[in-house]
């Protein structure tokens, strides 16, 4: 994995204590600054981000694991890449 990927893209999100969100790289450092989605997360959304075998706990939600890592193929980079999208479309609190 290059370290521009595994540095500078999502490998998930996480719940802080405090009830906000951030995305954090392969290394789990934050990329951003924490947010407050503007609707719970759903189960529903939670499977669309996570890759199967479910790759999420109550706190955190993984895009990819390392059997379906997005730069092995185009297939798992273009179901990364869906994840990202889905990601993206989530609404932020206080953004319209």
């Known amino acids: ?3 521009i990927f595994r540095q500078c893209m999502p490998y998930g999100i996480r719940r802080n204590e405090d009830g ?4 954090f790289n392969r ?3 934050p990329l951003g600054e ?3 989605f503007k609707r719970s997360l759903t189960q529903a959304t939670r499977d669309a ?3 199967p075998p479910v790759t999420q706990r109550e706190e955190s939600v993984w895009l990819y ?6 730069t092995a193929s185009a297939a798992n980079w273009e179901a990364y890449s869906q994840r990202l999208k ?8 206080d953004e319209r």
């Open 49 to 51: 981000l996570a890759p």
């Open 34 to 36: 924490p947010f407050f």
């Open 27 to 29: 290394d789990y450092k």
């Open 20 to 23: 906000s969100w951030e995305v």
């Open 86 to 93: 889905r990601l993206a479309s989530l609404k932020m609190k």
């Open 65 to 70: 694991n390392d059997t379906e890592h997005p």
């Open 1 to 3: 994995m290059s370290k």
